[in-house]
């Protein structure tokens, strides 16, 4: 088993910060070109997403990608070219996948800042007709499957000094929502993630109170 732990200050960072938009991206993205960082199984892109009231991304297209959104705080506004016109809040989760083509407007049109994570998987098969879902307030023991991706999607919320088990897989991706854990003899705090490779066996605990998504990958 590997853990191949990253840290929240090692992120590219983005953006535009006159419109209220800072973005912070822990894989190679857009002009933050790195050719050893482009992917880890299917995870192509884990952005911490920073709007300001009234802050947002105008339309804008996507294609053959799975897009799972997780908003931290505050409430987002989704409207896409499939017709679906949403607000996702804290315990939603949000899954788009783009597939042949969608266009979509993400934005804070509420009073308080709006953080969110979009994680954007690669498909197994490019093409297809787009399509929408959303799952409010997720609960912990319901892994949600992204199955155009081969992978699955576990949201774990700990009180301090409780122990979760990784799943058991050839591939898992953890990201450290809020909170602090100890995982493989490190401590991961906001931000920090691990790419594991063979998981068997592993726990994580956590320090303080804690939200920890785990994707679970077949490849």
């Known amino acids: ?30 002009p933050h070109y790195d050719p050893d960082n482009l ?24 294609s053959h990608t799975e897009i799972v959104t997780w908003v931290v705080e505050g409430e987002l506004t989704h409207r896409d070219s499939t017709g679906h016109e949403t607000k996702v809040r804290p315990g ?4 788009l996948s783009a597939a042949a083509g969608v266009r979509h407007v993400e934005r804070n ?6 953080t969110f994570l979009q994680m954007w998987l690669a498909p197994l098969e490019p093409g297809g007709e787009p399509s ?11 892994p949600y ?16 000094g409780e122990r979760t088990a990784v799943p058991d897989a050839r591939l898992v991706y953890a990201h450290v929502v809020q909170g602090e854990i100890r995982l493989s003899g490190e401590t991961l705090g906001p931000g920090d993630s691990a790419r594991i490779t063979g998981a068997e066996g592993l726990d994580a605990t956590a ?13």
């Open 207 to 219: 320090i303080t109170p804690t939200e920890l998504l785990l994707w679970e990958m077949t490849g």
């Open 109 to 114: 049109d509420g009073p308080r800042p709006l």
């Open 39 to 62: 992917r880890f199984g299917a995870v192509i892109a884990c952005n911490e997403e920073r709007l300001a009231p009234g802050a947002g991304f105008d339309e804008h297209p996507h």
């Open 132 to 142: 929408y879902d959303i799952v409010p307030g997720i609960a912990d023991a319901t």
């Open 92 to 95: 939603d989760v949000q899954h």
């Open 1 to 30: 088993m590997a853990v191949d732990v990253r840290r929240a200050g090692e992120r590219y960072r983005g953006g535009d910060p006159e419109a209220g938009i800072d973005t912070r991206h822990a894989f190679s993205f857009g």
């Open 145 to 160: 499957a992204v199955p155009g991706a081969g992978a699955m999607l576990h949201v774990r919320r700990l009180a301090a």
